[in-house]
């Protein structure tokens, strides 16, 4: 009984990511990105620009990402980030392609400039889709991909009891999520970040984790997160989000209904600093938050804002 209904399983999850049939192929859209946090706009502007250049959607995240990763605003992402409850930065990232159903992301990245960039050779130069620590590291390394000297680390690592009597407390915003749709209807999405500052080393937060942090459906929309990762994973948020989109519903509509969802059986009520991001296969674009104000970036048809949505009111 079990193997016939993990065959019928595994038979519609091939069905959804192979067949071409389902995805119109000729379908024009008008390009799009979308990203959480007023610098996301640098990700936003950076990946419409590679799209122009002619590269695909995940071209267009990788580089979006990576243009926030350089510059790390406000101490946001990459390795001028956070600092962990120990004193050292590790960054968490994922990449998912719509288009192929591929994803890649690694997990307390050390010394890698551009996480992002593990993450997509993850997806496209090994079998696997999660590398984490020092595994993550040393692929990094042996693709190339720039790092810094973390000879230091050890010393601070020591001090890895007295950060565990710290409670992690979330201050400020360290996570870029960029969701992009490319002019053939295909849409891409990425994230990148230090992670909740003050965590635990070794803590794993929701962006590396495909359907918490990300994901992406090229048969119905993205969805991204930022907040308190625990508060994300702990419910699939991302995945939760697509699910609406795909019974018909806005991207508006399933950003605030999950976060509804989710208030309504979670014992925080609507007090989990969770924010949500969806950008659909037609374009339309979705962001709900709940407990404080939740800026996002928006490139489209040659124009850049930041829009911001307002805490949902509870139910
Ligand atoms: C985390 N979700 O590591 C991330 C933090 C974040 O804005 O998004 N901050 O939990």
Same mark, same amino acid.
């Given at each position: 009984?079990?193997?016939?209904?993990?065959?019928?399983?595994?038979? =519609?999850?091939?069905?959804?990511?192979?067949?071409?049939?389902?995805?119109?192929?000729?379908?024009?859209?008008?390009?799009?990105?979308?990203?959480?946090?007023?610098?996301?706009? &640098?990700?936003?502007?950076?990946?419409?620009?590679?799209?122009?250049?002619?590269?695909?959607?995940?071209?267009? @995240?990788?580089?979006?990402?990576?243009?926030?990763?350089?510059?790390?605003?406000?101490?946001?992402?990459?390795?001028?980030?956070?600092?962990?409850?120990?004193?050292?930065?590790?960054?968490?990232?994922?990449? =998912?392609?719509?288009?192929?159903?591929?994803?890649?992301?690694?997990? +307390?990245?050390?010394?890698?400039?551009?996480? &992002?960039?593990?993450?997509?050779?993850?997806?496209?130069?090994?079998?696997?889709?999660?590398?984490?620590?020092?595994?993550?590291?040393?692929?990094?390394?042996?693709?190339?991909?720039?790092?810094?000297?973390?000879?230091?680390?050890?010393?601070?690592?020591?001090?890895?009891?007295?950060?565990?009597?710290?409670?992690?407390?979330?201050?400020?915003?360290?996570?870029?999520?960029?969701?992009?749709?490319?002019?053939?209807?295909?849409?891409?999405?990425?994230?990148?970040?230090?992670?909740?500052?003050?965590?635990?080393?070794?803590?794993?937060?929701?962006?590396?984790?495909?359907?918490?942090?990300?994901? @992406?459906?090229?048969?119905? +929309?993205?969805?991204?997160?930022?907040?308190? +990762?625990?508060?994300?994973?702990?419910?699939?948020?991302?995945?939760?989000? @697509?699910?609406? =989109?795909?019974?018909?519903?806005?991207?508006?509509?399933?950003?605030?209904?999950?976060?509804?969802? &989710?208030?309504?059986?979670?014992?925080?009520?609507?007090?989990?600093?969770?924010?949500?991001?969806?950008?659909?296969?037609?374009?339309? @674009?979705?962001?709900?938050?709940?407990?404080?104000?939740?800026?996002?970036?928006?490139?489209?048809?040659?124009?850049?804002?930041?829009?911001?949505?307002?805490? &949902?009111?509870?139910?």
């Amino acid at each position: 009984m079990h193997s016939i209904r993990a065959a019928l399983i595994l038979f =519609m999850s091939l069905a959804a990511c192979a067949s071409p049939a389902a995805i119109p192929t000729q379908q024009q859209s008008s390009p799009i990105a979308i990203a959480t946090w007023p610098f996301g706009k &640098i990700g936003t502007e950076r990946a419409i620009e590679e799209l122009q250049r002619g590269g695909t959607p995940i071209d267009a @995240v990788e580089q979006g990402v990576r243009a926030v990763e350089k510059i790390s605003p406000d101490r946001s992402v990459g390795l001028g980030g956070q600092p962990n409850a120990a004193g050292y930065v590790q960054l968490d990232a994922c990449i =998912m392609d719509g288009k192929t159903c591929g994803a890649g992301s690694v997990a +307390g990245l050390e010394g890698i400039v551009h996480p &992002i960039s593990a993450a997509r050779r993850v997806m496209e130069d090994t079998k696997h889709v999660m590398l984490v620590g020092e595994g993550a590291r040393w692929f990094a390394l042996s693709k190339g991909l720039e790092s810094i000297d973390v000879s230091e680390l050890p010393a601070k690592k020591q001090s890895w009891q007295v950060a565990a009597q710290k409670p992690a407390t979330p201050t400020g915003h360290d996570t870029v999520t960029l969701l992009v749709l490319g002019k053939d209807g295909d849409l891409a999405g990425g994230c990148s970040t230090s992670g909740m500052a003050g965590k635990l080393p070794g803590r794993v937060g929701d962006s590396p984790i495909l359907g918490a942090g990300l994901f @992406v459906d090229n048969e119905v +929309g993205a969805a991204g997160a930022t907040g308190v +990762g625990e508060n994300v994973m702990r419910h699939c948020a991302t995945f939760a989000v @697509v699910e609406r =989109m795909r019974q018909g519903m806005h991207p508006q509509q399933a950003c605030e209904a999950t976060l509804h969802a &989710i208030a309504k059986k979670d014992p925080r009520g609507y007090r989990l600093n969770l924010c949500l991001l969806a950008l659909d296969k037609q374009g339309r @674009v979705g962001a709900a938050t709940t407990d404080e104000p939740f800026p996002y970036a928006v490139t489209a048809q040659g124009k850049s804002e930041v829009r911001t949505a307002r805490p &949902i009111a509870p139910r």
